[in-house]
């Protein structure tokens, strides 16, 4: 079963610094999404991707996030200033199709001290 | 729009008895629904979905889930459940016809199912 590999799967980072969230995405898929689980709270939708654009963000996604797909299999997030906030469990999915077909990583938790 | 509404954030059975968790959702178009499973410390497993197929759609584990449009509900169920099923259920919905259809999945809060010996 192909999956969705996210890497690493915990980060500690002081606050101020950057930080980069790596995902390969499943290698015939074309939508890509980032998603944020505050400990305690539910999954939110961060930024969808597509054509090496995004496709839609909420309105947690604000100019400390970026996303990039820098070769033909990554697939990042970037928080430029961690924030104490930040810390939560971030979660990468792709799919084939626009919301069809989700697969989701196994996260990375982000800490932010 | 599209919202999900779990109605409990916490259920306890016993062992072998039935789990049922309750899920309402809203949607201006046909909605997927979804069901997945968490896992201390682990990611988002998908345990079933329905996408307007047949509306009992069966998934991993033994649990099921029934798609009732006239009561807007998409419920979660196993005849009977085991300790390994303790872990924490989110309903999921997507619109189709929305965004270009890249507009993400919208998560319920969430219920911890818990398993009492």
């Known amino acids: 079963e192909p999956e969705v590999t996210q890497t690493p799967s915990h980060q500690v980072t002081q606050m101020g610094q950057e930080v980069i969230l790596r995902c390969v995405p499943i290698?015939?898929?074309?939508?890509f999404y980032w998603y944020r689980q505050i400990l305690g709270q539910k999954v939110e939708f961060l930024v969808s991707?597509?054509?090496?654009?995004?496709?839609?963000k909420s309105e947690i996604f604000d100019d400390q996030f970026s996303v990039e797909r820098p070769d033909g299999s990554n697939f990042t997030l970037k928080i430029r200033s961690t924030k104490l906030e930040d810390s939560a469990m971030y979660f990468c999915a792709s799919t084939p199709q626009g919301n069809y077909g989700y697969t989701f990583g196994s996260g990375t938790r982000l800490t932010v001290v | 729009a599209q919202s999900v509404t779990q109605l409990d954030s916490h259920v306890s059975v016993s062992e072998g008895t039935p789990v049922l968790l309750r899920c309402n959702y809203s949607s201006s178009y046909s909605p997927s629904l979804f069901w997945y499973v968490q896992h201390p410390n682990k990611g988002l497993q998908l345990l079933l979905k329905y996408t307007s197929a047949a509306t009992l759609v069966k998934g991993i584990n033994g649990f099921e889930a029934e798609f009732k449009k006239s009561e807007t509900s998409f419920h979660l169920t196993k005849p009977s459940a085991h300790m390994s099923d303790a872990a924490e259920y989110f309903c999921?919905?997507?619109?189709?016809?929305?965004?270009?259809?890249?507009?993400?999945?919208?998560f319920g809060k969430g219920t911890h199912l818990i398993i009492q010996p």
């Open positions: 999921v919905v997507s619109d189709y016809g929305t965004g270009g259809g890249a507009d993400g999945l919208t």
């Open positions: 290698s015939n898929h074309l939508y």
């Open positions: 991707f597509y054509n090496n654009e995004i496709s839609e």
